[in-house]
């Protein structure tokens, strides 16, 4: 089983920059991949980006391609977002997920079976 903390979030102005971290504890965090995906106050949770367990393989989804970059160092257990170039629409909650890996990068929330608890992001104009 999986265990994720995100850390990062908070209130930047737009144009603005954030690193956000998930932390991984127990199972084995090397084989499994990795999402990032927010959620906006009276909206669905939606796809942000995603990366394989091997690091080799990442998505983004089209608003913030560009923008964002997921990576993971697995020595230390933990997935970044980086989050460049920061808009208003981009304040939601932003949580990490975990899945086993497959040969496939998974976007649909419904295929992880392990989520942090969420961090705030909120972006002003």
């Known amino acids: 089983q999986v265990q994720l903390v995100e850390l990062g979030g908070g209130l930047v102005q737009a144009g603005g920059s954030l690193r956000l971290s998930c932390a991984a504890a127990?199972?084995?965090?090397?084989?499994?991949?990795m999402g990032w995906f927010r959620q906006a106050p009276g909206k669905e949770r939606e796809f942000v980006a995603a990366?394989?367990?091997?690091?080799?393989?990442?998505t983004y989804a089209d608003s913030v391609k560009g923008r964002f970059t997921i990576s993971r160092d697995n020595a230390k257990k933990t997935v970044y977002l980086q989050m460049k170039n920061l808009k208003p629409e981009d304040t939601a909650v932003y949580y990490c997920?975990?899945?086993?890996?497959?040969?496939?990068?998974?976007?649909?929330?419904?295929?992880?079976?392990?989520w942090g608890q969420g961090t705030q992001v909120t972006v002003s104009s």
């Open positions: 997920a975990a899945d086993p890996g497959i040969n496939r990068i998974r976007v649909v929330s419904s295929e992880y079976n392990y």
């Open positions: 127990g199972g084995i965090f090397s084989s499994y991949d």
């Open positions: 990366i394989s367990w091997t690091g080799l393989r990442s």
